[in-house]
């Protein structure tokens, strides 16, 4: 593994510092001053990296989608077939390393500011698009395509959902069980699609 540079070091403490102060104080709320605080550096180093309070937040959100994309990576390596590989997609999404109530939280706000702000609109099109595609791909190898259709958007609506739901958790994620569920809900409507055929 690659030795990791002090910037990136410093940048991930900075993303760390914004995940738990925008979780705490809320997107348009926190300053780039409470940030810093948190981060133990000054507004001026996040200034210098990040150039406003908008660019760290879509850098941190960047940071998460590759966490979301590594774990489904690691999760396709051992997927044989379009069934397992939409088990993977959906577990992807509640890794132990993404769903928690802090990056749930700053997820739901970054998607609530998209609309309003066209960086981030851009990001949130392409994350949409790829979660759409990946889960179209995979039922359409089971299923005919309005019906693979109806089930992709039960199946992403449910996963948006539960992290909706999870900003609003007053305890720690069951990542696991998280997962346990959301496997049910795709068993549940793949059992549902070839009970109508």
């Not at 709320?29 to 409470?34: I, K, P």
């Not at 810093?36 to 937040?57: R, V």
């Not at 990001?123 to 089930?151: C, F, G, K, T």
Request: aromatic fraction near 8%.
């Amino acid at each position: 593994m690659a030795k990791k540079r002090i910037r990136d070091i410093r940048n991930e403490a900075m993303i760390a510092a914004t995940i738990q102060t925008v979780y705490e104080r809320g997107y348009q709320s926190v300053t780039m001053a409470e940030i810093a605080a948190k981060a133990g550096t000054s507004a001026a180093s996040i200034s210098y990296y990040f150039g406003s309070k908008e660019g760290l937040l879509e850098a941190t959100m960047r940071y998460l989608l590759r966490i979301l994309q590594r774990s489904l990576i690691q999760r396709f390596k051992s997927a044989a077939t379009p069934e397992d590989r939409l088990y993977a997609i959906v577990d992807a999404n509640f890794d132990d390393s993404l769903f928690t109530v802090e990056q749930c939280s700053i997820w739901m706000q970054f998607w609530g500011s998209a609309p309003y702000t066209p960086r981030f609109a851009r990001l949130h099109r392409i994350n949409r698009s790829r979660v759409r595609s990946h889960l179209r791909h995979e039922l359409r190898a089971q299923m005919p395509a309005d019906q693979a259709e109806v089930v992709r958007s039960a199946i992403q609506c449910y996963m948006d959902g539960v992290w909706l739901q999870a900003t609003q958790s007053e305890a720690a994620l069951d990542a696991a069980a998280a997962r346990r569920e959301a496997r049910r809900v795709v068993t549940r409507l793949l059992s549902d699609v070839s009970m109508a055929a």
